[in-house]
Nanobody, 127 residues
């Protein structure tokens, strides 16, 4: 199973980006997908998660009301639309896939180690 995150870039504060995470190799199952970000010198943060069906989502308090996660299972893709971007949103964004949403929650909370991080996509927000 491979994950490919893309869509990052350099934008000014207040701008928008849409990240894409394409998950290949999981057949007919739709995995739960999460977006995590890593900022230099800080611990990784679970930014947004979406369940297998898309019916359950999670947003970190820092991005609520600004970010929207969605999925297109026919395209094996999960999107993260990021609006009203702030310099604090700068970081490398990674996506992770698990069979169940509860596993993503455990990764978010540091109870489960995830060993399949992909390359990530760099988001840089200028002030």
């Amino acid at each position: 199973v491979q994950l490919q995150a893309s869509g990052g870039g350099l934008v000014q504060a207040g701008g928008s980006l849409r990240l894409s995470c394409v998950a290949s190799g999981f057949g007919s199952d739709s995995p739960a997908i999460g977006w995590f970000r890593q900022v230099s010198g800080k611990e990784g943060e679970g930014v947004s998660l979406i369940s297998e069906s898309g019916g359950t989502t999670y947003y970190a308090d820092s991005v609520k009301g600004r970010f929207t996660i969605s999925r297109a299972n026919d395209k094996n893709t999960v999107y993260l639309l990021m609006n009203s971007l702030k310099p604090d949103d700068t970081g490398v964004y990674y996506c992770a896939r698990t069979k169940y949403y509860t596993e993503l929650l455990a990764i978010r909370d540091g109870f489960k180690r995830y060993n399949f991080w992909g390359q990530g996509t760099l988001v840089t927000i200028s002030s």
